[in-house]
C-alpha cells in the first residue's frame, strides 16, 4: 500500500492507505469518506479534484 496526503484547498487536512493500483475514482471515494477530510469538504461546493498517482489529492473547494 502507498500513503496518499489529502488536500483540501492546498492545505493537507488528512492522508490515506491506498493499494499502488487504485483508480482515480477509488482513490477519491476513500478520500472524501476520511472523516477528517469529510469535515472539511462539508465547509464548501466541490469545484474540482486531483488525483497524482501514489502521492497527493487535492480537492478545491468554492467557497460560499
Known amino acids: ?6 488536500q483540501v484547498n492546498g492545505k493537507v487536512r488528512g492522508s490515506i492507505s491506498l493499494s499502488p493500483q487504485a483508480s482515480e475514482n477509488e482513490a477519491l471515494a476513500a478520500a472524501r469518506k476520511d472523516p ?9 461546493a466541490e469545484k474540482r479534484a486531483v488525483y497524482v498517482k501514489g502521492k497527493v489529492i487535492n480537492f478545491v473547494l468554492d467557497r460560499q
Open 36 to 44: 477528517q477530510v469529510a469535515k472539511w469538504l462539508a465547509d464548501g
Open 1 to 6: 500500500t502507498v500513503v496518499v496526503a489529502v
